[in-house]
């Protein structure tokens, strides 16, 4: 959790406002931002696009879901490249005497 927001406002800038965006933890906090909607489109990608649940619970479960859907498969993808490197490395076979 951020205790401030740390989105740019647009247009021009008060000079309070200025301070407050040039500080070294705004900075920080804002580089920090692109992770986070990548992580967005992310679960977006693995079902959190829409949440057909009613209520608190409904959504926990979805975004539950979504997160355990976006864990799998990424396990998948280490799996797979793990079993692409075994496979593409050359067979080495014992010399016969």
Do not use: W
Request: with cysteine; aromatic share 4%; hydrophobic share 30%.
């Amino acid at each position: 959790m951020v205790p401030e927001v740390t989105l740019p406002k647009k247009g021009k800038l008060t000079k309070k406002e200025q301070e407050r965006e040039t500080t070294e933890a705004f900075k920080t906090t804002r580089k920090q931002h692109p992770a986070v909607e990548s992580a967005i489109n992310h679960l977006e990608h693995r079902g959190l696009n829409r949440v057909y649940s009613y209520g608190s619970d409904g959504f926990k479960r979805t975004v539950a879901l979504a997160v355990l859907c976006a864990n799998c498969c990424r396990l998948g993808s280490l799996v797979r490249n793990k079993e692409l490197q075994r496979l593409s490395k050359p067979l080495v076979r014992p010399k016969a005497a």
